[in-house]
Protein backbone atom coordinates (compact mmCIF):
# COMPACT_ATOMS: atom_id res chain seq x y z
CA UNK A 1 0.00 0.00 0.00
CA UNK A 2 1.44 3.61 -0.93
CA UNK A 3 1.76 5.91 1.90
CA UNK A 4 -1.27 7.69 2.59
CA UNK A 5 1.14 10.75 3.69
CA UNK A 6 2.84 11.08 0.71
CA UNK A 7 1.84 14.50 -1.18
CA UNK A 8 1.68 13.40 -5.26
CA UNK A 9 0.39 16.94 -6.61
CA UNK A 10 -0.54 20.21 -4.98
CA UNK A 11 -1.80 19.71 -1.70
CA UNK A 12 -3.47 22.00 1.13
CA UNK A 13 -2.47 20.55 4.69
CA UNK A 14 -5.47 22.19 6.85
CA UNK A 15 -3.77 23.08 10.06
CA UNK A 16 -6.22 23.07 13.17
CA UNK A 17 -3.75 24.10 15.62
CA UNK A 18 -5.10 20.53 17.48
CA UNK A 19 -3.05 17.56 18.22
CA UNK A 20 -4.37 15.34 15.96
CA UNK A 21 -4.16 17.51 12.87
CA UNK A 22 -0.18 18.34 14.08
CA UNK A 23 0.27 14.88 14.35
CA UNK A 24 -0.59 14.50 10.61
CA UNK A 25 1.92 17.48 9.58
CA UNK A 26 4.60 15.33 11.41
CA UNK A 27 3.57 12.07 9.55
CA UNK A 28 3.74 14.77 6.21
CA UNK A 29 6.87 15.94 6.63
CA UNK A 30 8.14 12.18 7.64
CA UNK A 31 7.12 10.69 4.77
CA UNK A 32 8.99 13.51 2.84
CA UNK A 33 12.46 13.14 4.80
CA UNK A 34 11.62 16.03 7.40
CA UNK A 35 11.10 18.99 4.81
CA UNK A 36 7.54 19.56 3.17
CA UNK A 37 7.42 19.46 -0.42
CA UNK A 38 7.44 22.40 -2.57
CA UNK A 39 4.07 22.14 -4.02
CA UNK A 40 2.43 21.62 -0.18
CA UNK A 41 1.00 24.29 2.12
CA UNK A 42 0.37 24.16 5.67
CA UNK A 43 -2.53 26.28 6.71
CA UNK A 44 -4.07 27.50 9.72
CA UNK A 45 -7.71 29.80 9.64
CA UNK A 46 -7.51 31.72 12.90
CA UNK A 47 -11.37 32.45 14.49
CA UNK A 48 -9.72 34.66 17.02
CA UNK A 49 -11.53 32.10 19.74
CA UNK A 50 -8.76 29.79 19.82
CA UNK A 51 -7.10 29.49 23.20
CA UNK A 52 -3.69 31.37 23.48
CA UNK A 53 -2.50 27.85 24.22
CA UNK A 54 -3.35 26.70 20.79
CA UNK A 55 -1.72 29.61 19.18
CA UNK A 56 1.57 29.31 20.91
CA UNK A 57 1.39 25.37 19.81
CA UNK A 58 1.06 26.42 15.85
CA UNK A 59 3.80 28.33 16.19
CA UNK A 60 6.10 25.82 18.56
CA UNK A 61 4.98 23.15 15.69
CA UNK A 62 6.35 25.54 13.20
CA UNK A 63 9.76 26.42 14.67
CA UNK A 64 10.45 23.37 16.17
CA UNK A 65 10.05 21.04 13.16
CA UNK A 66 11.58 24.27 10.77
CA UNK A 67 7.68 24.10 8.75
CA UNK A 68 6.17 27.17 7.22
CA UNK A 69 2.38 27.43 8.30
CA UNK A 70 0.21 30.41 6.61
CA UNK A 71 -2.28 32.02 9.38
CA UNK A 72 -4.75 33.57 7.69
CA UNK A 73 -8.27 35.20 8.83
CA UNK A 74 -11.53 35.96 7.47
CA UNK A 75 -12.46 39.89 6.89
CA UNK A 76 -15.44 41.06 5.13
CA UNK A 77 -14.13 42.96 2.16
CA UNK A 78 -12.51 41.64 -0.56
CA UNK A 79 -9.96 39.17 -0.96
CA UNK A 80 -12.50 37.93 2.35
CA UNK A 81 -8.94 36.90 3.88
CA UNK A 82 -5.78 38.61 5.64
CA UNK A 83 -2.66 36.93 6.26
CA UNK A 84 -1.54 37.32 9.87
CA UNK A 85 1.25 35.88 12.22
CA UNK A 86 1.62 34.39 15.70
CA UNK A 87 2.21 38.19 17.28
CA UNK A 88 -0.64 39.96 15.27
CA UNK A 89 -2.84 37.03 15.33
CA UNK A 90 -6.66 38.27 16.49
CA UNK A 91 -7.09 36.90 20.06
CA UNK A 92 -10.78 38.61 20.71
CA UNK A 93 -13.03 36.53 18.35
CA UNK A 94 -12.68 39.64 15.53
CA UNK A 95 -12.88 37.95 12.46
CA UNK A 96 -15.91 35.50 14.03
CA UNK A 97 -17.53 38.90 15.22
CA UNK A 98 -17.00 39.90 11.52
CA UNK A 99 -18.77 37.51 10.07
CA UNK A 100 -21.44 37.36 12.53
CA UNK A 101 -22.25 41.28 11.92
CA UNK A 102 -21.92 40.53 8.04
CA UNK A 103 -24.61 38.04 7.48
CA UNK A 104 -26.59 39.63 10.96
CA UNK A 105 -27.28 36.01 12.25
CA UNK A 106 -25.61 33.41 14.58
CA UNK A 107 -24.75 30.10 13.63
CA UNK A 108 -26.18 26.97 15.36
CA UNK A 109 -25.61 23.12 15.12
CA UNK A 110 -27.82 22.61 11.57
CA UNK A 111 -26.06 25.96 10.54
CA UNK A 112 -22.62 25.45 11.13
CA UNK A 113 -21.97 28.12 8.23
CA UNK A 114 -18.93 29.77 10.79
CA UNK A 115 -16.55 26.52 9.67
CA UNK A 116 -17.61 27.04 5.99
CA UNK A 117 -16.41 30.81 6.18
CA UNK A 118 -14.12 31.23 8.77
CA UNK A 119 -12.26 27.95 8.08
CA UNK A 120 -12.87 26.31 5.19
CA UNK A 121 -13.81 28.56 2.43
CA UNK A 122 -11.59 31.74 3.63
CA UNK A 123 -7.99 28.98 3.63
CA UNK A 124 -9.76 28.53 -0.20
CA UNK A 125 -9.86 31.64 -0.55
CA UNK A 126 -6.36 32.37 0.20
CA UNK A 127 -4.91 29.32 -1.88
CA UNK A 128 -6.88 30.73 -4.95
CA UNK A 129 -5.09 34.29 -4.24
CA UNK A 130 -1.72 31.56 -4.82
CA UNK A 131 -2.63 30.75 -8.28
CA UNK A 132 -3.51 27.20 -7.19
CA UNK A 133 -6.47 26.86 -10.22
CA UNK A 134 -6.51 23.01 -8.99
CA UNK A 135 -9.00 24.35 -6.26
CA UNK A 136 -12.22 24.58 -7.81
CA UNK A 137 -13.74 23.36 -4.78
CA UNK A 138 -13.61 24.97 -0.95
CA UNK A 139 -12.39 21.73 0.58
CA UNK A 140 -8.86 21.33 1.72
CA UNK A 141 -6.41 18.44 0.54
CA UNK A 142 -5.53 16.84 4.00
CA UNK A 143 -7.83 16.75 6.91
CA UNK A 144 -7.17 15.86 10.07
CA UNK A 145 -10.11 13.16 10.67
CA UNK A 146 -8.60 10.31 12.87
CA UNK A 147 -9.49 6.21 11.80
CA UNK A 148 -11.64 6.24 15.19
CA UNK A 149 -14.03 9.18 13.63
CA UNK A 150 -15.94 7.23 11.31
CA UNK A 151 -18.93 9.74 10.95
CA UNK A 152 -16.71 12.88 10.54
CA UNK A 153 -14.50 10.20 7.57
CA UNK A 154 -17.43 8.87 5.80
CA UNK A 155 -17.99 12.61 4.31
CA UNK A 156 -14.77 12.56 3.08
CA UNK A 157 -12.67 11.21 0.06
CA UNK A 158 -10.17 8.31 1.24
CA UNK A 159 -7.07 10.52 -0.03
CA UNK A 160 -8.10 13.55 2.21
CA UNK A 161 -8.21 11.36 4.98
CA UNK A 162 -4.42 10.32 5.17
CA UNK A 163 -4.47 9.25 9.36
CA UNK A 164 -8.15 7.21 8.97
CA UNK A 165 -6.47 5.77 5.89
CA UNK A 166 -3.46 4.72 8.12
CA UNK A 167 -5.42 3.65 11.06
CA UNK A 168 -4.46 6.33 13.24
CA UNK A 169 -6.48 6.87 16.44
CA UNK A 170 -6.45 8.70 19.49
CA UNK A 171 -4.55 6.50 21.17
CA UNK A 172 -1.76 6.64 18.83
CA UNK A 173 -2.21 10.56 18.82
CA UNK A 174 -2.02 10.88 22.70
CA UNK A 175 1.34 8.47 22.48
CA UNK A 176 2.98 10.27 19.94
CA UNK A 177 2.75 13.57 22.03
CA UNK A 178 3.33 12.24 25.09
CA UNK A 179 7.02 11.09 23.81
CA UNK A 180 7.83 14.92 22.55
CA UNK A 181 9.36 17.54 24.17
CA UNK A 182 6.54 19.75 23.69
CA UNK A 183 2.62 19.49 23.82
CA UNK A 184 -0.24 21.46 23.09
CA UNK A 185 -0.90 23.39 26.62
CA UNK A 186 -4.25 22.65 26.94
CA UNK A 187 -5.59 19.99 29.82
CA UNK A 188 -7.11 16.26 28.48
CA UNK A 189 -10.00 14.79 30.25
CA UNK A 190 -11.25 11.62 29.49
CA UNK A 191 -8.96 11.47 26.44
CA UNK A 192 -10.79 14.78 25.50
CA UNK A 193 -8.90 17.93 25.06
CA UNK A 194 -10.58 20.78 26.62
CA UNK A 195 -11.00 24.22 25.06
CA UNK A 196 -9.44 23.76 21.80
CA UNK A 197 -10.74 25.30 18.55
CA UNK A 198 -13.34 28.09 19.30
CA UNK A 199 -13.09 28.02 23.37
CA UNK A 200 -16.87 27.90 23.79
CA UNK A 201 -17.86 26.26 20.39
CA UNK A 202 -21.65 25.70 20.13
CA UNK A 203 -21.07 22.23 19.23
CA UNK A 204 -19.05 21.14 22.43
CA UNK A 205 -21.08 19.01 24.82
CA UNK A 206 -22.90 21.18 27.50
CA UNK A 207 -20.72 19.96 30.67
CA UNK A 208 -17.57 20.68 28.71
CA UNK A 209 -18.96 24.57 28.10
CA UNK A 210 -20.21 24.22 31.87
CA UNK A 211 -16.67 23.38 33.30
CA UNK A 212 -14.86 25.84 30.92
CA UNK A 213 -16.36 28.78 31.94
CA UNK A 214 -16.06 27.59 35.90
CA UNK A 215 -12.00 27.39 35.00
CA UNK A 216 -12.26 30.44 33.59
CA UNK A 217 -15.03 33.03 33.47
CA UNK A 218 -14.35 35.46 30.99
CA UNK A 219 -14.27 33.30 28.40
CA UNK A 220 -18.20 33.32 28.09
CA UNK A 221 -18.12 36.91 27.64
CA UNK A 222 -17.40 37.43 23.88
CA UNK A 223 -20.40 34.55 23.37
CA UNK A 224 -22.89 36.65 25.48
CA UNK A 225 -21.84 39.60 23.49
CA UNK A 226 -22.94 37.81 20.30
CA UNK A 227 -26.05 36.07 21.58
CA UNK A 228 -27.08 39.79 22.83
CA UNK A 229 -26.19 42.50 19.86
CA UNK A 230 -29.01 44.44 18.92
CA UNK A 231 -29.48 46.87 15.39
CA UNK A 232 -30.35 50.04 16.94
CA UNK A 233 -31.68 51.40 14.04
CA UNK A 234 -34.04 48.57 13.26
CA UNK A 235 -34.85 47.35 16.85
CA UNK A 236 -34.56 43.77 16.53
CA UNK A 237 -31.81 40.91 18.17
CA UNK A 238 -30.11 39.60 15.30
CA UNK A 239 -29.25 35.42 15.63
CA UNK A 240 -32.15 33.06 15.20
CA UNK A 241 -33.84 33.01 18.45
CA UNK A 242 -30.89 35.14 20.15
CA UNK A 243 -28.95 32.22 20.73
CA UNK A 244 -26.46 29.84 19.11
CA UNK A 245 -28.58 26.84 20.23
CA UNK A 246 -32.44 26.60 21.27
CA UNK A 247 -32.01 23.49 22.87
CA UNK A 248 -30.01 24.42 25.67
CA UNK A 249 -29.70 27.83 27.73
CA UNK A 250 -28.39 30.83 26.51
CA UNK A 251 -24.02 31.84 27.45
CA UNK A 252 -25.47 34.01 29.88
CA UNK A 253 -27.21 31.79 31.75
CA UNK A 254 -24.77 29.04 31.55
CA UNK A 255 -22.35 32.02 33.62
CA UNK A 256 -24.90 31.79 36.24
CA UNK A 257 -25.10 27.79 36.47
CA UNK A 258 -24.62 26.37 39.91
CA UNK A 259 -25.26 22.88 39.64
CA UNK A 260 -24.10 19.50 39.10
CA UNK A 261 -22.46 19.03 35.82
CA UNK A 262 -24.70 15.62 36.09
CA UNK A 263 -27.73 16.67 35.34
CA UNK A 264 -25.76 17.52 32.02
CA UNK A 265 -24.53 14.32 31.04
CA UNK A 266 -27.06 13.41 28.00
CA UNK A 267 -25.50 16.26 25.56
CA UNK A 268 -22.49 15.49 23.44
CA UNK A 269 -19.87 17.23 21.62
CA UNK A 270 -21.18 17.52 17.98
CA UNK A 271 -18.45 17.05 15.37
CA UNK A 272 -16.98 19.30 13.02
CA UNK A 273 -14.47 20.54 10.61
CA UNK A 274 -12.35 22.48 12.89
CA UNK A 275 -11.19 19.00 14.42
CA UNK A 276 -8.87 18.16 17.80
Known amino acids: MSDPFK ?69 PEEPKFKVVNFNNASRNGEPFEAVINY ?12 TGILKIRTIHKFVKSLGWEHHETENSDFIGIRADEERRAAKQPREKVPLYTAGITKQDIFKFWSEQDFDLE ?7 TIGGNCDLCFLKSLPKIVSLIQQKPERAVWWVKMESLFDEKEGYVKGTGNTFRKDRPSYAELM ?9 FNDETIPCFCGD
Open 7 to 75: IIEPTVISFSGGRTSAYMLWKVLEAHNGKLPDDARVVFANTGKEDEATLKFIKDCSDKWNVNIDWVEYI
Open 103 to 114: YKKLPNPAQRWC
Open 186 to 192: LPVIDGE
Open 256 to 264: KFQGSQNEL
